[in-house]
């Protein structure tokens, strides 16, 4: 049996301030949701904190639907984080 | 069935328009918008603009949004195209348009199509100016309050 | 300046778009209505529906409100096309394009041109049914109070 | 001098049903607006008078402009009398 992982995707300026569009993570054992990601990716390294910074306006999709901090999280989902679209 | 398309070439309205409506006697109205790139952007002269998007997700919000524009105002088709790549001065990003058997239900779904796509799709915009200088368009909270006046009671 | 036609033949979409964009670089957004004829009409089946006019009147009124919706929403152009003279189902009536910086003018001129070109320009359309019936279409008290949201205070 | 005159042209239901399309009249004495042009046609002719009977919707424009029943006329206007438009 593999390790759980999520693959997570970055766009727009957040993926040029990471200089990185995705990666693939092996589940952290306190990651079960949007928020508790958020929290261990800005404890992992800071430009993940500085992204994640309070107030700074990031969305979230979880397999391709929007989400919120409380959407949930299992093995194999695809989580993007990105800026408020402004296409149109 | 609404066709929606997400594609680097440009689009032609008239070839979209005939496709539409070809063969149908059941028409009364048909409405379309279509957003082109301007060439001053703040006083600020562009280059080009920079559309990225979100492939896995786009078609389907795209798709969803279309349905829920022909489920709200009973179209008898609909059609959604938006480009990503560089775009410059002048160009054509964006084509809805809304078939219905009377104008008034053509026209709002064309609004609500062109408001919920800026709101609800994720495209992501790059202005690349004249000088070299460069930046991501950020969301608008008049996007917002159009995209809101179509929201429904629950 | 709005362009302002009356014809019996039919109009091209894609050609129309073309002309009111080509060259320009500070539209951000065109709104266009095409009305087109519907085969049925209070469940009778239309052969055909002949557009009549005032000729000498239609340009002129034409021309009015496509100088009104410019001055409303400050347009970057503008076009309107009537057609004329007998049209059968599916056949496109009427074309209307509106050119501006931003989307809401753009739409909102479209919505204002349609209306008021349905209540202020001398056209009267007769439809002629498949039994051999004809009769006059009567104006639709909506179509008034489309018109009337438009009305500005003195 | 010539004689004051009108042309008057007709449209739709109202050019059927009086069998014209158009006709020139030499401006009756007592016609000086629209409201009195209709009086004196309806006085003329029973056709005038089932066309402009109480409540019917005919629509007046005098010299190529909407006109009520108090505009004035004068040697030389055009007068038109339609149904409410149905374009678009």
Redesign the interface.
Known sequence: MGAASLHI?Y???LRERLGLGEESLALPEDVDSVGTLIAWLRRRDDRFGAIFAEGR?VRC?VN???AGPDTPLADGD?V?F??????? | MARVVVQDAAFDVGAEFAALTAGRCDIGGIGAFV?TVRELSGGQRLAAMT????P??TA??LARIAAEAERRWDLLGCTVI?RVGRLEPGAP??LVLAAAAHRDAALAATGFL?DW??????????ECFADGAAH?????AE?DAAAARWSEPD
């Open positions: 995707l766009f727009a300026w306006l999709a391709q639907e929007f695809e993007a990105f800026p408020p679209v402004t296409g149109g | 957003g559309l990225e998007h979100y896995a997700m389907a919000a938006h990003i964006v062109i796509l800026k709101t609800k799709a994720p495209f992501w915009k790059k991501w368009v950020e969301a608008r996007d």
